[in-house]
């Protein structure tokens, strides 16, 4: 099992810049599959980002890819997320999430392990 803990949410401005950790706490953070999360007021969560095990594989949400940039530091147990050129609608609850093994499915309901979450606003 695996706790996970966000930080480094805030508010800024359009085109800024944000860096979100994820900190993991338990055994074997590195067999884990990692993705950031978001999720808006009155919608569904959607994915972001994921990166696989080892940090070879990555994997962006469309409107994101360009840019964001996901990473993990295996022997720290904390998963980043760099964003970039922030857009208003970049405004949501960001979650980690953590699921055993391989990141080939990273759809919310494959995510057995959550963060509390760290709000992001971006002002127009």
């Known amino acids: 099992q695996v706790q996970l803990m966000e930080s480094g949410g805030g508010s800024v401005q359009t085109g800024g810049s944000l860096r979100l950790s994820c900190v993991a706490s338990g055994d074997r953070f590195g067999a884990y599959c990692m993705a950031w999360f978001r999720r808006v007021p009155g919608k569904e969560r959607e994915r972001v980002a994921a990166i696989s095990t080892g940090g070879g594989t990555k994997f962006y949400f469309d409107a994101v890819k360009d840019r964001f940039a996901i990473s993990r530091d295996n022997a720290k147990k904390t998963l980043y997320l760099e964003m970039n050129i922030l857009k208003p609608e970049d405004t949501a609850v960001y979650y980690c999430?953590?699921?055993?093994?391989?990141?080939?499915?990273?759809?919310?309901?494959?995510?057995?392990?959550w963060g509390r979450g760290t709000q992001v606003t971006v002002s127009s």
């Open positions: 999430g953590a699921k055993w093994g391989l990141c080939e499915r990273w759809a919310e309901a494959d995510f057995p392990y």
